[in-house]
């Protein structure tokens, strides 16, 4: 008896929630928090110059997979897209690593920089001191929680959560720019030959190209949007020029503002107007992480199902819930989320040391946790842009000047940001190591179980795809 596979509920989604869920890279944590390091340390004093080029970069990307959301739409991300240009084992290899990048970084990751950064913002602000781990799985069952609601609720919370998080440190770059901060307004930063002893465009750009990595998140909403073949690629490339521009706004923002006493990690904290306006950065910036959680976890999840549907993964991942949303492919994301938690927590306990500053969980044996885990999802995603943009140059990017241009630049940003990954100059060092080495055994995982996989299966993969002429 033929039974119909399960399928997502379609036609939920406007541009705007795409863009929402694409938004789930988490701008204000990156540009507020980690753009430090490029400000201060990577690129100093050519910060913004960095911003610019990356961005035209990450914009090569963005265009190639626009131009396959407008071919193809389904629930898999990246996946339909190369199952109809690479080949159907192709596409499982890369979706394996794409979707263990994404539970990487929607679990351990999000998890534990969520629970530290909890933490100190409720024991600073609040006086409530709990447990990093404890505040770790709270955030684990809030994004779980909004993954299993409703594809709505949760990219419209994401939504909420990105606009609460932009608005402060918009009105923090007013004012500083307003002001000219401490030696008023100038367009060194945008000289490549700004750069301080030590510190390198080339440097700065391979740290830039993954401070945008998860702006293809909307494509996971292909099957639930009303019309993916508009709203997905306008989704993917207002997200980078929306990233782009804050992420040059915050640049240069610490070009001009920051103080000698500025610290490499979250220095926008240096720059807060009062407390009252203390608060909200620090708030805006927990909010922000959660909305990071809630994107990656609703893209694996979706993966999850797909490639269950597919016949790839055991067949109760594509079981769907009242609301025809993914909710034990979800459930498995939780789940790894609390069983890496308290390995972190067994491997380096509850102790914060140098307990002084906004950010000073940066001195604590937890943060290596998140480090390994970032380190993992970028590696991860990083190869499979490459392959996104092999697939476009082998499909369709040789027929059009403007889609040859955008897959070769595309190409050549990513290839740097692996680069780094081995370069001395920017390799891992220490704990961080560990994310490259689980990189590299998670690839050869992968590769095993796409060559592994039954031909039957293989063969269903990208079959529920849409192609739109």
């Known amino acids: 008896m033929f039974v119909e596979a399960p399928k997502l509920a379609g036609g939920q989604l406007s541009t705007v929630d795409c863009v929402a869920q694409s938004l789930a890279v988490g701008p204000v944590f990156s540009g507020g928090v980690l753009g430090g390091l490029l400000a201060f340390v990577l690129a100093p004093g050519a910060g913004p110059f960095v ?7 990450v914009l090569g990307i963005g265009w190639t997979l626009s131009e396959f959301a407008k071919r193809y739409s389904g629930s898999g991300t990246v996946y339909e897209f190369i199952a109809h240009s690479l080949g159907k084992r192709a596409a499982a290899f890369c979706a394996g690593i794409y979707h263990l990048a994404a539970m ?14 909890a933490k100190t913002f409720f024991n600073d602000h609040m006086g409530l001191d709990m447990a990093w781990w404890i505040w770790a799985l709270i955030i684990a069952l809030l994004m779980y929680g909004a993954n299993v609601m409703g594809v709505q609720i949760s990219v419209k919370a994401q939504l909420v959560l990105i606009v609460l998080s932009i608005v402060p440190f918009l009105v923090l770059a007013v004012k500083v720019i307003a002001d000219g901060g401490t030696a008023g307004n100038s367009l060194k930063s945008f000289n490549p030959g700004n750069v301080a002893a030590g510190g390198s465009v080339f440097k700065g750009l391979l740290f830039a190209i993954l401070m945008f990595i998860g702006f293809e998140l909307a494509a996971a909403l292909g099957e639930e949007s009303k019309d993916p073949q508009r709203s997905i690629p306008r989704a993917v490339v207002a997200t980078i020029l929306i990233v782009g ?73 594509a079981k769907l819930n009242a609301k025809s949303l993914p909710a034990t492919s979800s459930l498995l994301i939780l789940a790894v989320t609390v069983i890496t938690t308290f390995i972190a927590l067994a491997k380096y306990g509850t102790g914060l040391v140098d307990p002084t500053g906004p950010a000073f969980f940066l001195n604590t044996k937890v943060f290596n946790a998140f480090l390994i885990a970032s380190r993992l999802g970028g590696f991860l995603i990083s190869l499979v842009y490459v392959l996104l943009c092999v697939a476009a140059l082998k499909n369709f990017a040789l027929k059009k000047p403007i889609d ?64 739109h002429t």
């Not at 990487?104 to 950064?117: E, F, N, R, T, V």
């Not at 990071?292 to 490639?307: K, N």
């Not at 595309?410 to 100059?425: D, N, P, R």
């Open 51 to 57: 911003i610019l080029l990356t961005t035209i970069g």
């Open 104 to 117: 990487a970084l929607a679990g351990p990751g999000i998890a534990i920089i969520g629970g530290l950064w």
């Open 245 to 317: 521009a804050f992420y040059l706004i915050t640049q240069y923002t610490l070009a001009i503002g920051a103080t000698d006493k500025a610290s490499d990690f979250a220095p926008m904290a240096d720059l807060y107007l009062n407390r009252f306006f203390a608060v909200w950065i620090d708030l805006a910036i927990l909010l922000d992480i959660l909305a990071v959680g809630i994107g990656f976890q609703l893209a694996a999840a979706r993966g999850l199902f797909t490639l269950a549907r597919d016949g790839l993964l055991p067949a109760p991942l």
């Open 404 to 467: 040859l241009i955008a897959a070769v630049v595309g190409l050549a940003t990513v290839v740097l940001a692996i680069y780094s990954q081995f370069w001395k100059e920017t390799a891992p060092v220490g704990s961080e190591l560990w994310g490259r080495h689980l990189s590299l055994i998670l690839i050869a995982i992968a590769l095993v179980w796409a060559l592994a996989s039954k031909k039957e299966a293989i063969d269903k993969v990208g079959q529920h795809t849409v192609h």
